[in-house]
């Protein structure tokens, strides 16, 4: 009987002692477990720490660029508003510049109407007492510039450049020459046409055209005057003005200046 119990508490001890391994190997691999976990749960909360820490400091970045961008912004301003102010000064100067101009025309106006007035009655005048040639283009001239300063739809600065143009034309007319035709009534009373030479505005002269007629203008008689001393010149200056020769010297009646009244 002393056997059997001391081989049943060998078997009892060996199967105690491999329930406790067992049981040790369990524990441990649920050590291990429990480790592994908490392992897995430490490194997801550091990855939402890091992904929070991330976020935090993209979101610090990107409110640091819109800092900065708004700085950069309001300096744009700044420099913008500095020009506009600058702007708007120099544009209130011109203001006053045209109101002062403005009141300053008004004035020049009540005076240059008079001013063109006398300028067209002179040069009227001056045509009238001149040699008479292209006397219906001149006087048209005059009437033109008459129309036109009664005219509302034309500004005062045209007005003005008209007056201008029609002396300059005048002006031109002295150191120039030409050749036309016109019908001239000469002391037989008969009316022909002939070819005339102006030279300048101090001689005016007639041909025929089969050159047997010739004379000049004489302006202190206001009358045309038969002359066949200068035919032959006459006929040269005429080739001349229609270019059909070279310039050359030619001897020409020529009236005596006058004292202007």
Do not use: H
């Amino acid at each position: 009987m002393k056997r059997c119990t001391s081989s049943s508490r060998r078997i009892s001890v060996a199967v105690l002692a491999t329930s406790l391994m067992a049981l040790s190997g369990s524990v441990f691999a649920q050590s291990v477990d429990d480790v592994l976990q908490a392992e897995d749960r430490r490194l997801n909360l550091a990855q939402q720490s890091q992904e929070r820490i991330n976020s935090i400091v993209e979101g610090t970045r990107s409110l640091e660029d819109q800092y900065r961008a708004i700085n950069k912004e309001i300096d744009g301003l700044k420099v913008y508003n500095r020009l506009m102010r600058a702007q708007v000064d120099g544009q209130q100067a011109v203001l006053e510049d045209i109101a002062l101009s403005i009141d300053q025309v008004d004035v020049i106006n009540r005076q240059i109407f008079p001013l063109m007035e006398r300028m067209i009655d002179g040069l009227d005048q001056s045509i009238k007492l001149d040699v008479p040639f292209l006397m219906d283009e001149r006087t048209e001239r005059i009437d033109n510039l008459r129309s036109i300063m009664e005219r509302s739809d034309v500004s005062v600065a045209e007005k003005f450049r008209k007056v201008m143009e029609a002396y300059q034309i005048e002006l031109d007319y002295g150191t120039s020459s030409e050749y036309y035709t016109q019908s001239l009534t000469l002391e037989d009373g008969a009316t022909r046409s002939y070819n005339i030479l102006r030279i300048g505005r101090v001689g005016l002269y007639f041909q025929s055209d089969d050159s047997k007629i010739t004379g000049y203008w004489d302006n202190t008689q206001r009358t045309w005057v038969l002359d066949a001393s200068a035919r032959s010149d006459i006929r040269t200056g005429l080739r001349m003005a229609r270019q059909l020769i070279a310039p050359e010297l030619i001897v020409v009646p020529v009236a005596a200046p006058t004292e202007a009244n």
